[in-house]
């Protein structure tokens, strides 16, 4: 799952991006709202954590306009104004949940899932190939009725090959998804987890559903191989 958070308090949107990255997300910031906006317009995003008082575009502005654009990518609003208000003018200009600062991280992660459950209409519960499938809500994964225990970079790669799943995927594109934006390491780690992967959803299972695409990059057979 990938999550964009734009807040310009740097502390907060750092200590965030560390603990939603500890808990298998991966996540880009935005300072500004003229930054958060050309990011939420140009990547996909599973879920976007939106501070109201913003320079720029303040949080209301940023919502209404990614709605007006047709982007219907859940939205998280944090404030620190309080006050029904300000609640009601969130949820009207398009915001699918609220949370007043201070919040609790522990609350915050739960808003994140409870929002990433709902999701777009088009986003299956279940993520499947085959008989290979994996849950994003319980952060489980099966090869029949055999539980594969994951890691979350290997369970965010594997969530990834399944959404895109039958078509061939750049390296460029899986670091871009799995790793961030701002990933400035050794672009080969994709290999190392696609490694990772294959020794753990298809060897087992004298499978090869995980395919290499010679001068692109990578595949997850539709069938599951």
Not at 91 to 100: K, S, V
Not at 158 to 173: M, S
Not at 187 to 216: C, H, M, Q, S, W
Request: hydrophobic residues 45%; aromatic residues 8%.
């Amino acid at each position: 799952m990938r999550i964009l958070i734009i807040e310009d308090e740097e502390s907060l949107a750092a200590a965030v991006k560390v603990g939603l990255e500890a808990e298998g997300f991966t996540v880009d910031v935005a300072h500004n709202g003229l930054d958060g906006l050309e990011m939420a317009r140009e990547d996909l995003y599973d879920l976007v954590v939106l501070d109201i008082l913003l320079p720029g575009m303040n949080g209301f502005q940023l919502c209404a306009t990614l709605r007006s654009d047709a982007n219907w990518v859940p939205i998280l609003m944090l404030t620190a104004k309080v006050g029904e208000l300000d609640e009601t003018e969130a949820l009207d200009t398009g915001a699918d949940d609220f949370l007043t600062k201070p919040f609790s991280f522990v609350v915050l992660v739960a808003r994140i899932r409870a929002l990433l459950r709902r999701g777009r209409p088009e986003r299956p519960a279940v993520l499947a190939a085959g008989d290979l499938t994996l849950d994003p809500t319980e952060h489980r994964c099966r090869r029949g009725e055999v539980e594969i225990d994951l890691t979350p970079r290997e369970f965010a790669l594997l969530e990834f090959f399944l959404r895109v799943a039958g078509e061939a995927v750049t390296k460029r594109d899986i670091l871009d998804h799995v790793w961030g934006d701002d990933f400035a390491g050794d672009p080969n780690i994709v290999e190392v987890y696609v490694g990772y992967l294959r020794r753990k959803i298809d060897a087992p299972f004298d499978r090869a559903a995980l395919e290499t695409v010679r001068g692109i990059g990578y595949r997850l057979n539709a069938d599951g191989g």
